[in-house]
């Protein structure tokens, strides 16, 4: 039972647009969410989060989205570099600490 | 470097074989996660330890899957009798009690 949803496997954008990743949810008990960022044979690094109590969270580059009425978040990354190419997984957790995973959207920012 | 390890890197095993897997989370990090991921998808939660309490293991897949943390700070994940579907990323995270968990750079097994 999928609690964590990226509908989207790949994105491709031209670099200086905007990348927009997208995450949905089910399970209203979350009430933190992060995306992480990997590149092969790497484990997931950490990008940002965001806590339930607010809709909007902003570091350099990255901005992340929450709709908690919609159970839906995105992450915002604008101007898109090269070096921005990987895969980004959206994650959630409740109060017991343990991470729900999407499945990841694979990121090619194109020159 | 201050980051959470894991060795090895890479693991081959013939059907049956038992393995050990390790990780050495960043100092001072209570909490340690085992992920497993297959290929395509996003990790998936196995077990969690806070110091060496070993307080959720309720994503452990079957009984052949084993997580201890007798000190607190290194884990060994141990599969007995590997089986063709253990084949995956097996990737140890830890944090701070209530921070944003980092994570090391996985085990790849193979089971042949």
């Known amino acids: 039972d999928q609690q964590v949803k990226q509908n989207s496997p790949s994105l491709s954008v031209q670099e200086g647009r905007i990348s927009i990743l997208n995450c949905d949810y089910t399970?209203?008990?979350?009430?933190?969410f992060l995306w992480y960022k990997k590149y092969p044979a790497e484990g997931p690094t950490f990008l940002i989060s965001?806590?339930?109590?607010?809709d909007k969270n902003e570091d350099g580059r990255f901005t992340v989205f929450l709709n908690k009425s919609a159970k839906h978040l995105s992450l915002h990354i604008v101007p898109s570099q090269p070096g921005d190419s990987a895969v980004y997984f959206c994650?959630?957790?409740?109060?017991?600490?343990?991470?729900?995973f999407g499945a990841g959207t694979t990121v090619t920012v194109r020159a | 470097g201050a980051g959470v390890s894991q060795s090895p890197r890479y693991k081959v095993a013939k059907r049956g074989q038992d393995v050990a897997l390790r990780c050495d989370p960043i100092?001072?990090?209570?909490?340690l996660f085992w992920y497993q991921q297959a290929l395509g998808q996003g990790p998936e939660f196995l077990t969690y330890?806070?110091?060496?309490?070993?307080?959720?293991k309720s994503g452990l897949p079957s009984d052949r899957f084993f997580a201890e943390r007798p000190e607190g700070s290194v884990s060994t994940l141990k599969i007995q009798r590997t089986q063709q579907e253990d084949s995956a990323v097996y990737l140890c995270?830890?944090?701070?009690?209530?921070?944003?968990?980092?994570f090391g750079p996985g085990t790849r097994l193979t089971v042949t």
């Open positions: 995270a830890s944090s701070l009690s209530e921070g944003s968990a980092y």
């Open positions: 399970n209203s008990m979350f009430d933190y």
């Open positions: 965001i806590s339930s109590i607010k």
């Open positions: 994650a959630a957790r409740g109060d017991d600490y343990k991470l729900s």
């Open positions: 100092s001072g990090h209570v909490s």
């Open positions: 330890f806070q110091n060496e309490a070993q307080l959720d």
